[in-house]
Each structure stands twice: as structure tokens, then as C-alpha cells.
T-cell receptor
Framework: GENVEQHPSTLSVQEGDSAVIKCTYSDSASNYFPWYKQELGKRPQLIIDIRSNVGEKKDQRIAVTLNKTAKHFSLHITETQPEDSAVYFCAASGEGGYQKVTFGTGTKLQVIP | SAVISQKPSRDICQRGTSLTIQCQVDSQVTMMFWYRQQPGQSLTLIATANQGSEATYESGFVIDKFPISRPNLTFSTLTVSNMSPEDSSIYLC???????????FGSGTRLTVV
């Protein structure tokens, strides 16, 4: 089955700096890679996703890159703000709404004002 | 995206008892997923629930411990049976989003077993 590794487990950055979280996956059949943000005590929320036919996707301060050959993908947050503090999970699955999703281990991001 | 109502939001239960968690979706969905999130950990898939058929369980999870019902396309329950303190976790249901890929999660049930 799929295995998703995520690094780092914790990350502290100064407000305004950039944050990068990296994930690797094992199953070459995976072709959909979502990222979820989970604030303390709340449900995971999808913040951005990327499909295997795209190398990069950007949404305001958030971007995701995918290297399918190397089987790794990354989340980039620029101009970090205190409200970005949360746990971020990467995930991998087949495309479509009925595929099993495998989550990474999570990165606790702390943005220091 | 679909809106999920999950309850209870939290409960404290005695060991040896059972708790049933409910998820109600505001639209029909073919598949619903149940996850466990242990304290400070990632999300682990327990089972996939299809309407009209038995749930499919992941390795390490069995029907006797986590029976699931899926009576229609908008509702599902997960029961945590014969609970022990090791079952203390957050349990979440999830459904595919309408249209785009990705999944929507219920608000979670924080279970503490004492």
C-alpha cells in the first residue's frame, strides 16, 4: 500500500518568512495530492491540492510543487502570518472521490509574531 | 462541498462500554470514510462504508470492534465497542467533496475512555 512520509514534524518561523513542508510517497499509481490544515481542536480543512499532470499550483500565499519522477511534493507558504499556525498534513491518493487517502504524519507549524 | 453533521462532539465513557458516533451528510454520497486520529497523530483510515454493502476495513481494524452501519446515502454510524483507554482518540467521518477532488471532514468526536 501507499506510504507517505512528511518532514519536518515541527517547524517554527518568524512572521513574514516562508515555510516549506516536504512529503514523499511510495506508490507510483498515486496521482492526487491534497494538503490539509488542522487548527487545534478543529477538523482538517483542504487548503490546496495538485494532480499528477501538473508540476506546480499556486493559490495566493500557498503553493504546491510535485515531482512525480522523484515521488515527492512540497507545500510552500510565503509571508507567513500567525493565523497560519496549525498542523499541516499532506496526503496521496488515486484521483476521484472514491479513492483511499493516505495521510502523512503531519507538520506542526508555529509562526512567531 | 457537502456539509457533515457529526455527533456527539465529545464523550467520556467507561471502559467496557460502547459508543455510537453518527454522521449525517446534507447530500447523497456513495462512500463515507471513518478515520481515527490519536492524540498528536495523523489520520488513520478505519474503514470505508458503502451504502448497501458491508464496510471495508483497513488492516488492524475489525468489524467486531468497529461495527459500521450505512442505511442510506446520507447517513452512517461507527460504533466503538468494548472500549479501553487505548481507544481514546478523535474519530472523524469524511466524504468526497461535490465536484472537485478532495474530501470534507465531519467536526470529529473526541472520545475519552476512563
Amino acid at each position: 500500500g501507499e506510504n507517505v512520509e512528511q518532514h519536518p514534524s515541527t517547524l517554527s518561523v518568524q512572521e513574514g518568512d516562508s515555510a516549506v513542508i516536504k512529503c514523499t510517497y511510495s506508490d507510483s499509481a498515486s496521482n492526487y495530492f491534497p494538503w490539509y490544515k488542522q487548527e487545534l481542536g478543529k477538523r482538517p480543512q483542504l487548503i490546496i491540492d495538485i494532480r499528477s499532470n501538473v508540476g506546480e499550483k499556486k493559490d495566493q500565499r500557498i503553493a504546491v510543487t510535485l515531482n512525480k519522477t522523484a515521488k515527492h511534493f512540497s507545500l510552500h507558504i510565503t509571508e507567513t502570518q500567525p493565523e497560519d499556525s496549525a498542523v499541516y498534513f499532506c496526503a496521496a491518493s488515486g484521483e476521484g472521490g472514491y479513492q483511499k487517502v493516505t495521510f502523512g504524519t503531519g507538520t506542526k507549524l508555529q509562526v512567531i509574531p | 462541498s457537502a456539509v457533515i453533521s457529526q455527533k456527539p462532539s465529545r464523550d467520556i465513557c467507561q471502559r467496557g462500554t460502547s459508543l455510537t458516533i453518527q454522521c449525517q451528510v446534507d447530500s447523497q454520497v456513495t462512500m463515507m470514510f471513518w478515520y481515527r486520529q490519536q492524540p498528536g497523530q495523523s489520520l488513520t483510515l478505519i474503514a470505508t462504508a458503502n451504502q448497501g454493502s458491508e464496510a471495508t476495513y483497513e488492516s488492524g481494524f475489525v468489524i467486531d470492534k468497529f461495527p459500521i452501519s450505512r442505511p442510506n446515502l446520507t447517513f452512517s454510524t461507527l460504533t466503538v465497542s468494548n472500549m479501553s483507554p487505548e481507544d481514546s482518540s478523535i474519530y472523524l467521518c469524511s466524504v468526497p467533496r461535490q465536484g472537485p477532488d478532495g474530501y470534507t471532514f465531519g467536526s470529529g468526536t473526541r472520545l475519552t475512555v476512563v
